[in-house]
């Protein structure tokens, strides 16, 4: 049931968004010559944005993207403060990208036995793409610290047709 013209992909889309029912439906025939199928470059965007902070050596989930829809990461931020008590220490916003890899996309390492205040922003000419279901952590690693982190970020879903 093909029409000439137009490849599977974009018919099986064209029939879900119409709601066309092969068994019953007889698809128009004139679809590629008088019809001309539109797919919406920029779907709908819905806006979120989250911030959250961690204490001590604990992680911290800000996010948790959504399983049905796309979304994209545009901007982070990090920010960290800390005793000149801590021995080690490492503050990190860690993502899963789309691909499954795990990513730490802002880390902020710390100053053995030094006072330390940091903070540091990432835009992302092109958004990152993270991958369905995955979390967004703000993840602190340290031996002995009296330690305050914040993280936050910007990104977006798209609503898939």
Do not use: W
């Amino acid at each position: 049931m093909g029409i000439p013209g137009l490849n599977k992909e974009v018919l099986d889309r064209i029939i879900r968004t119409l709601g066309i029912q092969s068994a019953v439906d007889k698809l128009p025939t004139e679809l590629v010559t008088t019809i001309q199928p539109v797919i919406i470059a920029n779907p709908k965007r819905i806006i979120d944005i989250s911030h959250n902070g961690a204490t001590g050596t604990t992680s911290s989930i800000l996010y948790t993207t959504p399983t049905s829809r796309d979304f994209y990461l545009t901007n982070c931020n990090l920010a960290v403060i800390k005793d000149a008590s801590s021995t080690s220490i490492s503050t990190a916003l860690v993502v899963t990208l789309a691909s499954g890899m795990e990513a730490a996309i802002l880390n902020i390492p710390g100053i053995t036995l030094t006072a330390q205040d940091k903070g540091i922003t990432q835009n992302f000419s092109t958004p990152m793409k993270l991958k369905k279901g995955s979390t967004i952590r703000l993840t602190n690693t340290s031996a002995v610290a009296t330690i305050r982190a914040e993280g936050g970020f910007q990104g977006y879903m798209v609503d898939i047709l």
